[in-house]
Protein backbone atom coordinates (compact mmCIF):
# COMPACT_ATOMS: atom_id res chain seq x y z
CA UNK A 1 0.00 0.00 0.00
CA UNK A 2 1.19 3.52 -1.02
CA UNK A 3 1.55 5.83 1.94
CA UNK A 4 -0.28 8.88 1.94
CA UNK A 5 3.51 10.98 2.03
CA UNK A 6 4.25 9.19 -1.19
CA UNK A 7 1.37 10.47 -2.83
CA UNK A 8 1.66 14.00 -1.57
CA UNK A 9 4.93 13.51 -3.40
CA UNK A 10 3.60 11.86 -6.56
CA UNK A 11 1.21 14.31 -7.38
CA UNK A 12 3.58 17.73 -6.78
CA UNK A 13 5.68 15.73 -9.84
CA UNK A 14 2.52 14.85 -11.93
CA UNK A 15 1.83 18.86 -11.11
CA UNK A 16 5.57 19.72 -12.21
CA UNK A 17 5.82 18.12 -15.16
CA UNK A 18 2.59 19.18 -16.20
CA UNK A 19 3.61 22.90 -16.20
CA UNK A 20 6.85 22.09 -17.45
CA UNK A 21 5.53 20.43 -20.48
CA UNK A 22 2.49 22.93 -21.04
CA UNK A 23 5.34 25.36 -21.33
CA UNK A 24 7.50 23.50 -23.28
CA UNK A 25 4.81 23.17 -26.06
CA UNK A 26 3.34 26.93 -25.67
CA UNK A 27 6.74 28.32 -26.20
CA UNK A 28 7.12 25.99 -29.06
CA UNK A 29 3.41 27.60 -30.58
CA UNK A 30 1.58 24.40 -30.37
CA UNK A 31 -1.08 25.49 -27.92
CA UNK A 32 -2.39 28.98 -27.48
CA UNK A 33 -2.87 31.32 -24.10
CA UNK A 34 -6.31 30.04 -23.65
CA UNK A 35 -5.27 26.38 -23.70
CA UNK A 36 -2.25 26.21 -21.00
CA UNK A 37 -4.60 25.81 -17.87
CA UNK A 38 -6.77 22.76 -19.86
CA UNK A 39 -3.70 21.33 -21.25
CA UNK A 40 -1.81 21.68 -17.49
CA UNK A 41 -5.12 20.00 -16.26
CA UNK A 42 -5.15 16.96 -18.53
CA UNK A 43 -1.23 16.43 -18.41
CA UNK A 44 -1.71 15.88 -14.65
CA UNK A 45 -4.68 13.91 -14.55
CA UNK A 46 -3.98 11.39 -17.30
CA UNK A 47 -1.30 9.40 -18.24
CA UNK A 48 1.81 8.67 -16.59
CA UNK A 49 5.12 10.07 -15.46
CA UNK A 50 6.37 7.32 -17.22
CA UNK A 51 6.89 4.83 -19.99
CA UNK A 52 8.40 1.57 -21.15
CA UNK A 53 11.80 1.16 -23.62
CA UNK A 54 13.81 -1.51 -24.96
CA UNK A 55 17.13 -1.33 -25.70
CA UNK A 56 19.77 -3.22 -26.85
CA UNK A 57 23.42 -2.74 -27.89
CA UNK A 58 26.76 -3.60 -26.62
CA UNK A 59 27.56 0.07 -24.96
CA UNK A 60 25.14 -0.27 -22.24
CA UNK A 61 25.14 -4.27 -21.85
CA UNK A 62 27.03 -4.15 -18.00
CA UNK A 63 23.90 -2.32 -16.93
CA UNK A 64 20.83 -3.43 -19.07
CA UNK A 65 22.14 -7.02 -20.26
CA UNK A 66 23.73 -7.97 -23.18
CA UNK A 67 20.47 -9.83 -24.55
CA UNK A 68 18.77 -6.19 -24.16
CA UNK A 69 16.25 -5.29 -21.24
CA UNK A 70 12.87 -3.39 -21.33
CA UNK A 71 13.03 0.05 -19.15
CA UNK A 72 10.90 2.28 -16.90
CA UNK A 73 11.79 5.85 -17.94
CA UNK A 74 10.87 8.63 -16.27
CA UNK A 75 9.72 11.78 -18.73
CA UNK A 76 11.58 14.70 -19.10
CA UNK A 77 9.83 17.20 -20.73
CA UNK A 78 12.54 19.53 -20.51
CA UNK A 79 16.12 18.76 -19.53
CA UNK A 80 18.57 20.66 -17.87
CA UNK A 81 21.24 20.39 -14.99
CA UNK A 82 18.45 21.03 -12.44
CA UNK A 83 16.31 17.67 -13.55
CA UNK A 84 19.07 15.52 -15.04
CA UNK A 85 22.16 14.93 -13.01
CA UNK A 86 25.64 13.78 -13.81
CA UNK A 87 25.56 9.14 -13.25
CA UNK A 88 22.16 9.42 -14.56
CA UNK A 89 21.14 6.98 -17.24
CA UNK A 90 19.09 8.62 -19.99
CA UNK A 91 17.51 8.40 -23.00
CA UNK A 92 18.20 10.82 -25.80
CA UNK A 93 17.25 11.24 -29.48
CA UNK A 94 20.37 10.04 -31.63
CA UNK A 95 22.11 12.84 -33.07
CA UNK A 96 22.73 11.78 -36.15
CA UNK A 97 19.26 10.05 -36.99
CA UNK A 98 16.34 11.69 -34.27
CA UNK A 99 14.23 8.64 -35.49
CA UNK A 100 15.97 6.65 -32.94
CA UNK A 101 16.80 6.59 -29.74
CA UNK A 102 19.75 5.78 -27.46
CA UNK A 103 20.40 5.08 -23.79
CA UNK A 104 23.50 5.94 -22.19
CA UNK A 105 24.75 7.53 -19.39
CA UNK A 106 25.27 11.43 -18.72
CA UNK A 107 28.94 12.11 -17.95
CA UNK A 108 29.08 15.78 -18.03
CA UNK A 109 27.10 18.83 -18.61
CA UNK A 110 27.29 22.45 -18.96
CA UNK A 111 31.11 24.28 -18.05
CA UNK A 112 32.79 20.78 -17.71
CA UNK A 113 35.79 20.88 -19.29
CA UNK A 114 36.57 17.86 -21.34
CA UNK A 115 39.89 16.42 -21.96
CA UNK A 116 41.17 13.67 -24.19
CA UNK A 117 43.60 10.75 -23.36
CA UNK A 118 44.88 11.42 -27.15
CA UNK A 119 47.49 14.30 -26.51
CA UNK A 120 46.61 15.81 -30.10
CA UNK A 121 42.73 16.40 -29.31
CA UNK A 122 42.80 19.71 -27.34
CA UNK A 123 40.80 20.19 -24.51
CA UNK A 124 37.56 22.43 -24.47
CA UNK A 125 34.50 22.76 -21.79
CA UNK A 126 31.10 22.21 -22.92
CA UNK A 127 28.99 24.92 -23.89
CA UNK A 128 25.15 25.95 -22.24
CA UNK A 129 22.91 23.40 -22.95
CA UNK A 130 25.24 20.73 -24.34
CA UNK A 131 26.20 17.64 -22.55
CA UNK A 132 28.64 14.28 -22.77
CA UNK A 133 26.99 11.03 -22.92
CA UNK A 134 28.95 7.90 -22.82
CA UNK A 135 28.19 3.84 -22.86
CA UNK A 136 28.50 1.51 -19.17
CA UNK A 137 30.98 -1.24 -21.19
CA UNK A 138 34.64 -0.30 -19.96
CA UNK A 139 35.47 -2.85 -22.07
CA UNK A 140 34.70 -1.57 -25.44
CA UNK A 141 37.07 0.91 -27.05
CA UNK A 142 36.62 4.52 -27.41
CA UNK A 143 36.27 4.54 -31.00
CA UNK A 144 33.87 1.47 -30.96
CA UNK A 145 31.27 3.13 -28.53
CA UNK A 146 28.55 4.92 -30.38
CA UNK A 147 28.59 7.64 -27.65
CA UNK A 148 30.01 11.12 -27.56
CA UNK A 149 33.57 10.33 -28.14
CA UNK A 150 31.79 9.17 -31.79
CA UNK A 151 29.39 11.99 -32.40
CA UNK A 152 30.70 14.47 -29.69
CA UNK A 153 28.58 16.73 -27.08
CA UNK A 154 24.91 16.61 -27.65
CA UNK A 155 22.21 19.29 -26.55
CA UNK A 156 20.08 18.58 -23.33
CA UNK A 157 16.93 19.14 -25.00
CA UNK A 158 17.92 15.28 -26.80
CA UNK A 159 17.51 14.32 -23.41
CA UNK A 160 13.68 12.93 -23.23
CA UNK A 161 14.12 10.61 -19.99
CA UNK A 162 15.57 9.00 -17.37
CA UNK A 163 16.04 5.25 -17.21
CA UNK A 164 14.84 4.31 -13.63
CA UNK A 165 14.10 0.77 -13.54
CA UNK A 166 15.32 -2.15 -15.85
CA UNK A 167 13.92 -5.92 -16.64
CA UNK A 168 16.65 -7.89 -18.07
CA UNK A 169 14.06 -11.12 -17.86
CA UNK A 170 11.25 -12.50 -15.25
CA UNK A 171 13.88 -13.05 -12.99
CA UNK A 172 16.61 -10.63 -13.07
CA UNK A 173 15.18 -7.05 -12.50
CA UNK A 174 15.94 -4.14 -10.43
CA UNK A 175 16.23 -0.50 -10.30
CA UNK A 176 18.87 1.51 -12.18
CA UNK A 177 22.03 2.85 -10.44
CA UNK A 178 21.36 6.78 -10.91
CA UNK A 179 22.72 9.54 -9.41
CA UNK A 180 21.42 9.89 -5.63
CA UNK A 181 19.69 12.85 -6.52
CA UNK A 182 17.93 11.53 -9.19
CA UNK A 183 17.30 8.08 -6.92
CA UNK A 184 15.72 9.81 -4.23
CA UNK A 185 13.15 12.31 -6.56
CA UNK A 186 12.74 8.79 -8.64
CA UNK A 187 11.71 6.68 -5.36
CA UNK A 188 8.06 7.83 -5.05
CA UNK A 189 7.29 7.22 -8.66
CA UNK A 190 8.89 3.87 -9.31
CA UNK A 191 6.66 2.54 -5.75
CA UNK A 192 3.56 4.00 -7.49
CA UNK A 193 4.11 3.54 -11.42
CA UNK A 194 6.73 0.22 -10.99
CA UNK A 195 4.75 -2.45 -12.56
CA UNK A 196 6.90 -5.46 -13.25
CA UNK A 197 3.99 -7.60 -14.54
CA UNK A 198 3.54 -5.33 -16.91
CA UNK A 199 6.80 -4.65 -18.07
CA UNK A 200 7.44 -8.62 -18.27
CA UNK A 201 4.76 -8.78 -21.08
CA UNK A 202 5.97 -6.05 -23.14
CA UNK A 203 9.35 -7.51 -22.90
CA UNK A 204 11.10 -8.79 -26.35
CA UNK A 205 12.69 -12.05 -25.83
Excluded at 78 to 94: M, Q
Excluded at 125 to 141: A, I, R, T, Y
Amino acid sequence: MVAPSTWFRYIASKLDYSVSLSRKIYVGGQIADTEIFDTIWKNLFQGKLTFLHWNKGEEMASTIGTQGGTLLVRKIPAADPTRVYVGDVVVLKDPLNVDKYLVRRLAAVEGFEMASTDEKDEPFVLEKDQCWVLGDNESLKPKESYDSRTFGPVTMTNIVGRVIYCLRNAVDHGPVNNSHFSERQDSHVLEVELDVDEMAKNHKV
